[in-house]
């Protein structure tokens, strides 16, 4: 069964520095989306992308965020300058469209970042 | 505004022991699907079901059953015969169409412990 996959699984960085997590969606689904889960809270809404461009964002997702679709296949989350309160659990998540029958959002396994 | 309310933090029962998590929601659109999702220890996301507001037919899914009542706003989710493997963070989630939008907003969030 086709998946979403995330790498790294965890990543630990210090202040001020920038990360990228990446995505590989699944191949045949139109759009993309990032999530962030701080620990032991709920699942918040980052950014959602469709068409080589940003279609919705949060207020989360702030100038130190962005998201590129590098090439055909993967899905990036960078943050710039990483803070402290990024520290959570990064989930990027794939649809065929935003809604209908195809609306299904497919959740992968979750990158944990840890910002030190 | 939407906007999902887990008012049970977390529950705990004995092996083969029925409980039913409660989600309450609040929308003011009449086109909306509701979620759940399991999120086990692992920290993965697994999509259990996705209900739109024009069907309130309950559904059963092996052990697992759902009851959605838009009279009283309420998509519960009942776990019989509940298992170890069942232990795990349960959410529920809201998206509207209102704009086209269909970004799911999650609640909080309910803990399931079953020991055995």
């Known amino acids: 069964e086709p998946e979403v996959t995330q790498t790294p699984s965890h990543q630990v960085t210090q202040m001020g520095q920038e990360v990228i997590l990446r995505c590989v969606p699944i191949?045949?689904?139109?759009?993309f989306y990032w999530y962030r889960q701080i620990l032991g809270q709920k699942v918040e809404f980052l950014v959602s992308f469709y068409n080589n461009e940003i279609s919705e964002k949060s207020e989360i997702f702030d100038d130190q965020f962005s998201v590129e679709r590098p090439d055909g296949s993967n899905f990036t989350l960078k943050i710039r300058s990483t803070k402290l309160e990024d520290s959570a659990m990064y989930f990027c998540?794939?649809?065929?469209?935003?809604?209908?029958?195809?609306?299904?959002?497919?959740f992968g396994p979750g990158t944990r970042l840890t910002v030190t | 505004a939407q906007k999902v309310t887990q008012a049970q933090t977390e529950i705990s029962v004995v092996e083969k022991e029925d409980v039913t998590l409660d989600c309450v929601y609040e929308?003011?659109?009449?086109?909306?699907?509701l979620f759940w999702y399991k999120q086990p220890p692992s920290g993965e996301l697994v999509f259990l079901i996705r209900?739109?507001?024009?069907?309130?037919q309950n559904e059963i899914s092996g052990r697992y059953s759902w009851n959605f009542q838009k009279s009283t706003s309420s998509f519960n989710f009942t776990i019989t015969a509940s298992q170890v493997v069942d232990s795990a963070v349960y959410f529920c989630a809201l998206s509207e169409a209102a704009g086209g939008s269909y970004i799911p907003t999650f609640g909080r969030g309910t803990s399931l412990i079953v020991h055995p």
């Open positions: 929308t003011r659109d009449t086109t909306y699907y």
């Open positions: 191949s045949n689904h139109l759009y």
């Open positions: 998540a794939s649809s065929e469209t935003p809604q209908g029958t195809g609306y299904e959002q497919y």
């Open positions: 209900r739109n507001s024009f069907d309130e």
